[in-house]
């Protein structure tokens, strides 16, 4: 099984900055692709920011130029870095990872969310 902890997140004012970080833990093969989605009330969940384990990057258009997303395959990390934050940011964000467990099979594993909340 594959557990994700995410830390991170709180209130911020537009225009700031914040970071969130994801670490993996548990028994599995290999991780193919790390990531952040987020979901607000009402909406779908969506994509945020990818990186696979060769450290291909892959952006929503809403967010390209203000956040960074990195990876750390020692450590089996990955972190967000958020700049110029707006009050449409505000949503609760969650970490992803997909990849083959050690009978390779394939999964995709969740964190619980962290909220992100942008306001004056």
């Known amino acids: 099984q594959v557990q994700l902890v995410e830390s991170g997140g709180g209130l911020v004012q537009p225009g700031g900055s914040l970071g969130l970080s994801c670490a993996v833990s548990g028994t599995f093969f290999e991780i193919k692709t790390m990531g952040w989605y987020r979901q607000t009330p009402g909406k779908q969940r969506e994509l945020v920011a990818t990186?696979?384990?060769?450290?291909?990057?892959n952006y929503a258009d809403f967010v390209k130029g203000r956040f960074t997303i990195s990876r750390d395959n020692a450590k089996m990390t990955v972190s967000l870095q958020m700049n110029i934050l707006n009050p449409d940011d505000t949503a609760l964000y969650y970490c992803n990872a997909e990849g083959y467990g050690l009978g390779y099979e394939y999964f995709v594993s969740w964190g619980q969310g962290t909220q992100v909340t942008v306001s004056p």
């Open positions: 990186v696979t384990e060769d450290d291909i990057k």
